[in-house]
């Protein structure tokens, strides 16, 4: 079993900043793409951001160049710094990772964290 854990979200003024955290634990052997997702109150879930194993990421056009998503794969851990936020920001963040949990076979599997909340008002 793997385990996602995101922490970081809460209220924030427009323009302020927070940063997001996404642990992994459990039965790993090697994350490939971890991504961030998010949900606002009505819309569809939306992928805000990925990076794979390697680093490379991409950004949806809605945050490019305000948001910057890292990871750790010495901790198991992503990150996601926001910045200049804004109220159309505001969702539940869930943090999403493909998942090779033993050497024996190639097979990844996907999991999902239970999402933290972000509200930017003021």
């Known amino acids: 079993q793997v385990q996602l854990v995101e922490s970081g979200g809460g209220l924030v003024q427009p323009g302020g900043s927070l940063r997001l955290s996404c642990a992994a634990s459990?039965?790993?052997?090697?994350?490939?793409?971890m991504k961030w997702y998010r949900q606002a109150p009505g819309k569809q879930r939306e992928l805000v951001a990925s990076?794979?194993?390697?680093?490379?990421?991409n950004y949806n056009d809605a945050v490019k160049a305000r948001f910057i998503i890292s990871r750790d794969n010495a901790k198991n851990t992503m990150y996601l710094q926001m910045n200049s936020l804004k109220p159309e920001d505001t969702a539940v963040y869930y943090c999403?990772?493909?998942?090779?949990?033993?050497?024996?076979?190639?097979?990844?599997?996907?999991?999902w964290g239970q999402g933290t909340q972000v509200t930017v008002s003021s």
């Open positions: 459990g039965d790993i052997f090697n994350i490939y793409t």
């Open positions: 990076i794979n194993r390697e680093g490379t990421t």
């Open positions: 999403h990772a493909n998942v090779q949990t033993t050497s024996l076979i190639t097979r990844s599997d996907d999991y």
